[in-house]
């Protein structure tokens, strides 16, 4: 993973966290003062902040491309639900017009427009954790398939780290594929020299290879070590003419 993507990914991931923890906050001192009233809400709220929370520290510690779109699309699908729920619980209400007390659990009351103001926090936390996760999972799947269609098949079951920025992909090493190859298709391998039509030659560590022609006119490639001469090191010698196969 390349700085800037790692840096992106840790700072989306603690503006996620605060937000979680301020709805978390809020709908916990909600529910001292409102239960049993607003209770599927207020406990949809808790356990989907507190989730939240759980698979930011999951994913942080150990993720692949594969597992973190997937937690990511469910805490964007989760926070998506959070904030509808939360737009249909407090509307349209303008909050300075509120004046007064509302019914509040167990026969007590509590402030019109504190309450509309601390909603309408949760709402907005709500909507922004939508995006933030939205924008994260579109990032994370857009960077996989450019890997993906650059050679790299495994990206998805490999480390998050493996993942690099879009403008940093053209410059990632090709993986070395197997020798067998579909009609049609070349590949890159290193150290290896093709002649014509014929099959690879492999250039060991140390070696230079020789290429003789034999008394039936074919050639014969042969890897040779490199003898360090006399004079010192850095000269290469020949090897003089063999027989072909």
């Given at each position: 993973?390349?700085?800037?993507?790692?840096?992106?990914?840790?700072y989306?991931?603690?503006?996620?966290?605060?937000?979680?923890?301020?709805?978390?906050?809020?709908?916990?001192?909600?529910?001292?003062?409102?239960?049993?009233?607003?209770?599927?809400?207020?406990?949809?709220?808790?356990?989907?902040?507190?989730?939240?929370?759980v698979?930011?520290?999951l994913?942080?510690?150990?993720?692949?491309?594969?597992?973190?779109?997937?937690?990511?699309?469910?805490l964007?699908?989760?926070?998506?639900?959070?904030?509808?729920?939360?737009?249909?619980?407090?509307?349209?209400?303008?909050?300075?017009?509120?004046?007064?007390?509302?019914?509040?659990?167990?026969?007590?009351?509590?402030?019109?427009?504190?309450?509309?103001?601390?909603?309408?926090?949760?709402q907005?936390?709500?909507?922004?954790?939508?995006?933030?996760?939205?924008?994260?999972?579109?990032?994370?799947?857009?960077?996989?398939?450019?890997?993906?269609?650059?050679?790299?098949?495994?990206i998805w079951?490999?480390d998050?780290?493996?993942?690099?920025w879009?403008?940093?992909?053209?410059?990632?090493?090709?993986p070395?594929?197997?020798?067998?190859?579909?009609?049609?298709?070349?590949?890159?391998?290193?150290?290896?020299?093709?002649?014509?039509?014929?099959?690879?030659?492999?250039?060991?560590?140390?070696?230079?290879?020789?290429?003789?022609?034999?008394?039936?006119?074919?050639?014969?490639?042969?890897?040779?070590?490199?003898?360090?001469?006399?004079?010192?090191?850095?000269?290469?010698?020949?090897?003089?003419?063999?027989?072909?196969?």
């Amino acid at each position: 993973m390349t700085s800037l993507f790692r840096n992106l990914r840790a700072y989306a991931f603690v503006l996620a966290a605060v937000a979680s923890i301020i709805v978390l906050s809020l709908s916990a001192n909600f529910a001292t003062k409102f239960l049993p009233l607003h209770q599927d809400y207020l406990i949809f709220s808790i356990v989907a902040s507190g989730v939240t929370i759980v698979i930011l520290l999951l994913l942080a510690l150990r993720s692949t491309p594969l597992s973190e779109l997937i937690g990511l699309f469910f805490l964007l699908v989760l926070w998506l639900a959070m904030g509808g729920y939360s737009t249909d619980v407090i509307g349209r209400v303008e909050c300075d017009s509120l004046t007064g007390q509302i019914p509040a659990g167990h026969g007590n009351t509590y402030s019109a427009g504190g309450y509309c103001r601390q909603t309408k926090v949760v709402q907005s936390f709500s909507w922004a954790n939508f995006m933030l996760f939205s924008l994260m999972f579109l990032i994370t799947l857009s960077l996989s398939l450019k890997a993906h269609a650059r050679g790299f098949k495994k990206i998805w079951l490999g480390d998050i780290n493996d993942l690099g920025w879009f403008d940093e992909l053209q410059n990632n090493p090709q993986p070395y594929l197997p020798l067998s190859q579909q009609p049609g298709q070349s590949y890159v391998y290193p150290n290896v020299t093709t002649f014509g039509n014929s099959q690879p030659v492999y250039q060991l560590p140390g070696h230079s290879v020789v290429i003789t022609t034999g008394p039936n006119g074919q050639q014969s490639f042969v890897p040779q070590p490199v003898p360090q001469p006399q004079g010192g090191p850095g000269s290469i010698n020949t090897v003089p003419g063999g027989t072909g196969p």
